[in-house]
């Protein structure tokens, strides 16, 4: 049997424009209506008050999730222990746009981050390149994020130091990878011929730790903040989004944080049978219980969006990627494996497991109707590419009898549709902060805490010991509590060849 639809209005869900076709899910109305009861059990619709009123969600660090007050463009009043956080985010909104008006003459921006301070603002400037007519005020942006010199050689050999600004993003102002390409960054200004005030005047930050940021050299007036009830990986929407408001212009940016404005209401205020975000976190529990799936792929069919899977496997495995819940007991359910590429590139490489392979793999097809380009062949060749978006759809729901078993496609492979009207700023925004607050509610279905993420911390702290050995460059290093017998092999085989 195929997973047809049970009924259009069943599997036909929109909002902002923004349609959600679940039809290839294979969930009859009984089924809905169970999995909406189940959300209800599992207090979502208590969960997402919470989350907007600035509720401490964040159990693990007592501190609330409150980036939708980042695109609260409205200035609704949001509390943090009775205080109003909207004059601080407005304020940094009217910085942006200031710095926008007053930067002449740039060529060059190096944005230094890692992690959520990289995906983010990079997912963004990539896909909106693509937008027909946008304007990219003249400048090149480059983003730095891999302590391997490589990204980092291959950014200064372009670069024009004397017209080049730099813009350093960690919220800690601690990060090593960071910290370390700011330093390499400086030195080649150094080297370059720029004076002691030429560099200050060059470089910004974006942090929560300002002190760290001055120390570092970066003057007041170039430090723009960011506060600890935002998680780096939903943190876009601040200030570590300013490379958008910088290539684009500061009305781009707000139009992005416009579309997120958008869903963030959508999800505040609908009812959990037209929730979005809720509906797609209720399609991948209901594969998980049903096919105790443990991956998912996104395709996004917009070269636009490749980058998209790569910010996603961030959001969802990052937040939601934990064996022990909120009270410390083990989960039955956490996030599963995510990735994808842009479609039909996709088609061209995996595709044959997802069709043939022994894994269920849920997907997500997102495609948006216009094209992304003003070429003459635009029109013809989005049609083809929709095409192919449709009927791979289509054949995994539905697979194919053959008299040879290689010819045999299983089908009853699951997948969601979601249809953009088309892929600007706005929309953009709209599509992370669905994605977002879809997260967020799977994390409320598993009571899991989406906005900690304690498992990142101890390979970091293991890298310590690991690189001063390396550093001493001997090759008889032996095994002890914090280097474990094959590791110290490694360093020596590694100290060998010094």
């Known amino acids: 049997m195929s997973l047809q639809a049970h009924s259009a209005s069943q599997n036909l869900h929109s909002a902002i424009d923004i349609a959600l076709d679940t039809a290839y899910q294979g969930i009859d109305a009984n089924g809905w209506v169970k999995l909406f009861a189940q959300a209800r059990k599992s207090k979502v619709e208590q969960f997402i008050v919470d989350m907007f009123a600035g509720k401490h969600i964040n159990n693990s660090e007592d501190r609330p999730a409150l980036h939708s007050a980042l695109r609260n463009l409205t200035k609704t009043p949001v509390l943090i222990n009775d205080s109003d956080v909207m004059p601080a985010v407005s304020e940094v909104w009217h910085r942006i746009e200031a710095l926008c008006n007053k930067w002449v003459g740039v060529t060059d921006v190096i944005h230094i981050g890692i992690g959520g301070s990289d995906f983010g603002p990079r997912l963004a400037i990539e896909a909106l390149a693509h937008v027909p007519g946008i304007d990219s005020r003249g400048m090149r942006m480059h983003f730095l994020a891999n302590i391997d010199t490589a990204e980092l050689a291959r950014i200064l050999v372009r670069a024009q130091p004397h017209s080049t600004r730099v813009i350093v993003v960690s919220k800690s102002f601690t990060t090593l990878e960071t910290s370390m390409n700011a330093k390499a960054v400086v030195a080649w200004l150094k080297d370059s011929g720029c004076t002691k005030s030429q560099i200050a005047h060059a470089l910004y930050a974006v942090t929560a730790n300002i002190p760290a940021a001055k120390e570092f050299g970066v003057e007041e007036d170039n ?276």
Request: proline share 6%.
């Open 223 to 498: 430090i723009y903040p960011f506060w600890d009830w935002v998680g780096g990986r939903y943190s876009v929407w601040s200030a570590v989004g300013l490379p958008i408001a910088l290539q684009y212009g500061f009305e781009t940016f707000q139009q992005f944080l416009a579309g997120a404005e958008a869903m963030d209401l959508h999800f505040k205020n609908a009812p959990l049978e037209e929730n979005l975000p809720v509906i797609m976190a209720l399609t991948l529990l209901y594969q998980q219980e049903k096919h105790d799936i443990k991956a998912y792929a996104a395709i996004p069919y917009a070269d636009a969006l490749d980058w998209f899977p790569k910010w996603l496997q961030q959001l969802d495995m990052e937040s939601n990627g934990k064996s022990v819940d909120r009270d410390g007991k083990p989960v039955k359910h956490s996030s599963p494996v995510v990735f994808g590429s842009a479609g039909s590139n996709a088609q061209h490489s995996y595709f044959q497991l997802f069709h043939q392979g022994t894994e269920i793999i849920p997907i997500d097809f997102i495609a948006v109707r216009e094209p992304m380009s003003d070429r003459p062949e635009a029109v013809a060749h989005h049609r083809i590419l929709l095409s192919n978006c449709l009927a791979q759809a289509q054949a995994l729901a539905n697979g194919k009898t053959a008299s040879n078993p290689n010819d045999v496609y299983p089908g009853k492979r699951p997948s969601n549709l979601l249809l953009l009207p088309k892929l600007n700023a706005f929309y953009l925004g709209a599509l992370l902060a669905l994605y977002e607050n879809r997260t967020a509610t799977l994390g409320a279905l598993w009571n899991i805490n989406s906005f900690d993420q304690p498992g990142v911390e101890y390979g970091k702290v293991l890298a310590k010991p690991i690189e001063k050995a390396l550093t001493s460059h001997q090759n008889n290093i032996a095994a002890s509590d914090d280097i474990d017998a094959v590791t110290a092999a490694r360093i020596n085989l590694l100290n060998s060849n010094n």
